[in-house]
């Protein structure tokens, strides 16, 4: 066990599996010498060669693309897009190509790709940089959409992407890489995709986050619990699919749910959690379904982002709503 | 003012409009041009060029007669195209990696794939891309496949393969920045890939000159620091001949290379309802049949007597043959399970599609 960042975690998940498997590659803008903006794959290019690790002409569709072809031809790619919001320039590439390769080729072609890009907000970045386009990727048949939020996660959960033979969107938290540290085994161990964590247990309601605000739910709880109020705190881990059965459970036992995102409210991973209750489990419930979600305006310029971005704070005043329904 | 300029952007534009040397073996008259390639083929490999050729247009009027007949599905007329398709995948070796767009389809079947599983393809039906070629399904978004050309070759490069990745595009197709950043990343990295632009004259209904400024698409590549060459694309020997040095070169360790070939569609864009005479004059068109890749390698062939009009006559009954036999083949597949396509969505299906494929395995055994 060693005390690491959810970036060291991360970069420990690479150095791991480039050891592992000779055939896995990771490649992207400057993730070479300079080990990526972020120092995420600081010295693995140094450890394991130019041949491995290696950076990429300034074009996010060029890099998908050479991931694709990649796949085809016996690697598995671990390509890095530097902000998710480049990840636009590429939507082809991933929905439209790298998604689709197991269902037109019968599994006969596949991309077992691991695409890994930071997003998330509150750390004043440029425009661009910040954004929460999970909703975006979620609609994706083919395609994993995993979202780590703390560094044991992270470093199991990335684990099982790169062994998972289909692609998966692998998305890093911006403001989790270096503020959070956590006790993580040295040796390789994996997370399972498709199953979400119960964080914490209780009885008064479920609420269910996702990324950072798996921290801020739990905060949020930590509160709660003062005014006498025991929340069950769920973390979805991997967003698409979203593994509804763990919900389900939960809500059997609280009868109250809150589904918490950082993303804008319209047609996204809230709404998803909130239909699935809705069709399967809507019994459960003795209150509405409580949303705390960002506003659906453009992910806003840095200066407004920390009244934009919802917190604790809100977390708690959505909670107590519900809890007096 | 009337300072003089500190730079001639006039001249500069001026240079960049002089025209490629454009590669011909024989011309449109069969008047040989370049005797010593000329002189380098056998008897027999004149008559397999032709033989290829006339196959490819009995394959293009053949499929073109079942759409009519409403047997098909999606499929793009290649009549015209013959030299250049037939000619660059000859030149090909079972090993190299085609990543086709959706007029290739001769070339697919050239590399491996059946004309069964070409039809299945046109049908919408998974068993056309089951094919053991080494190629991918032709390619519909313009431009993808030129990425993924990049990331092929690399993964050939790799391997250390003795091959290299083969792609086409239209003239339309070069306007496509995904096409760029597919060159330029296999110049980066000096990848064995061949780039091919096969230029028909129009994307749809643009013309070539509406999609860019570039005097020639040769051009395209030298921004990515690669060879790039026109040729004839109605001279198949010159086709052949210019793709042939290419995989050799690119073979070399010597990176990627582009061909621009100039052709004509003589027909639709597409089986699904386009009108030429929207938009392309018969007087314009005229010029191109005259230029049929067909006609002068008949000449050529039949001033040798190595050709007769009744052996080619018998040879497109033969080929017709063999595709109203494919298609039959195609008629006889079961139709595709809903059930089937979910499980082919992931490796590990996802709780939704456990729950969706159950549903449909029961819908589908009634």
């Not at chain 2, 197709?173 to 995904?178: A, E, H, R, V, W």
């Not at chain 2, 002068?296 to 006559?313: A, V």
């Not at chain 2, 590990?348 to 456990?354: F, Y």
């Amino acid at each position: 066990m060693t005390k690491k960042s959810y970036i060291q975690a991360i970069t420990d998940a690479l150095d791991i599996m480039l050891k592992e498997d000779p055939k896995t590659l990771i490649f992207g803008e400057d993730v070479g010498k300079n080990g990526g903006v972020f120092r995420t794959t600081q010295g693995l290019q140094e450890k394991y060669g130019e041949d491995r690790v290696f950076d990429t002409p300034l074009a996010e569709s060029g890099i998908m693309g050479l991931a694709i072809g990649l796949g085809l031809t016996g690697w598995r790619p671990i390509p890095e897009i530097q902000f998710m919001g480049f990840t636009f320039e590429a939507v082809d590439s991933i929905a439209g190509q790298m998604a689709r390769m197991r269902f037109r080729f019968n599994g006969k072609k596949t991309s077992p790709i691991t695409i890994r890009t930071p997003y998330g907000g509150g750390t004043h970045t440029a425009e661009m940089h910040s954004d929460n386009l999970e909703n975006f990727f979620t609609g994706i048949p083919g395609l994993r959409v995993v979202m780590p939020s703390n560094p044991y996660d992270a470093k199991g959960l990335l684990i099982s992407s790169i062994e998972n033979n289909d692609p998966v969107l692998f998305l890093e938290n911006l403001k989790l890489y270096r503020s959070v540290k956590d006790d993580i085994p040295d040796e390789k161990y994996t997370v399972p995709l498709d199953k979400a964590n119960v964080v914490q247990e209780g009885n008064d309601i479920t609420i269910v986050a996702y990324g950072a605000q798996v921290q801020e739910a739990q905060k949020a709880a930590e509160e709660l619990a003062k005014d006498n109020i025991s929340c069950e705190v769920i973390d979805l881990r991997t967003v698409s699919p979203i593994d509804t059965e763990t919900i389900f459970k939960s809500i059997e036992k609280t009868h109250k749910v809150v589904i918490v995102q950082e993303a804008q409210k319209m047609a996204g991973v809230g709404a998803q959690v909130a239909s699935a209750i809705a069709e399967d489990a809507i019994l459960s419930l003795d209150a509405p379904v409580g949303r705390v979600a960002a506003p659906d305006s453009v992910y806003p310029f840095a200066q407004a982002e920390e009244v934009w971005i919802p917190r604790k704070a809100e977390i708690v005043e959505k909670v107590k709503e519900i809890i007096n329904y | 003012m009337a300072s003089k300029s500190i730079v001639d952007f006039a001249k500069i534009k001026e240079d960049l409009s002089d025209l490629p040397k454009q590669i011909q073996v024989v011309d449109e008259n069969a008047k040989i041009i370049d005797q010593d390639v000329f002189k380098s083929f056998s008897d027999d490999q004149l008559v397999e060029f032709m033989k290829k050729m006339v196959w490819e247009r009995a394959l293009h009027e053949q499929t073109m007669n079942f759409s009519r007949q409403g047997r098909m599905g999606f499929y793009a007329p290649t009549a015209g195209e013959e030299a250049t398709e037939m000619g660059t995948v000859m030149a090909m070796e079972k090993q190299d990696y085609l990543l086709p767009a959706y007029r290739d389809i001769p070339q697919l079947i050239q590399h491996g794939a059946t004309v069964t599983e070409a039809y299945w393809w046109s049908r919408g039906h998974v068993r056309g891309n089951e094919f053991s070629a080494r190629a991918l399904m032709p390619q519909i978004i313009i431009g993808a496949a030129y990425l993924e050309t990049a990331g092929v070759a690399m993964g050939l490069k790799k391997n250390g393969e003795d091959a290299i990745a083969f792609t086409y595009t239209g003239d339309g197709g070069t306007s496509q920045g995904d096409s760029y950043e597919g060159m330029n990343f296999a110049g980066a990295y000096q990848l064995p890939a061949l780039f091919i632009v096969q230029n028909n004259g129009y994307a749809i209904s643009t013309p070539r000159k509406k999609q860019t400024a570039a005097v020639a698409l040769t051009q395209k590549a030298i921004a990515a620091g690669i060879p790039s060459v026109q040729v004839d694309g109605m001279d198949i020997l010159a086709c052949y001949s210019v793709a042939k040095a290419a995989r050799e070169y690119i073979l070399a360790g010597n990176g990627p290379v582009m061909i621009e070939t100039l052709t004509n569609r003589y027909g639709a864009h597409s089986s699904a309802g386009d009108d030429p005479s929207r938009y392309r004059t018969k007087e314009e068109q005229q010029p191109w049949l005259d230029r049929d890749p067909l006609i002068r390698m008949r000449k050529i062939l039949t001033d040798k007597n190595l050709w007769s009009q009744e052996q080619e006559d018998k040879l497109v009954e033969e080929y017709k043959n063999s595709f109203k036999e494919a298609i039959k083949e195609a008629d006889a597949v079961e139709p595709e399970k809903v059930s089937d396509m979910l499980k082919r969505t992931f490796e590990v299906p996802t709780p939704e599609l456990k729950a969706e494929i159950a549903e449909f395995e029961e819908k589908e055994s009634k």
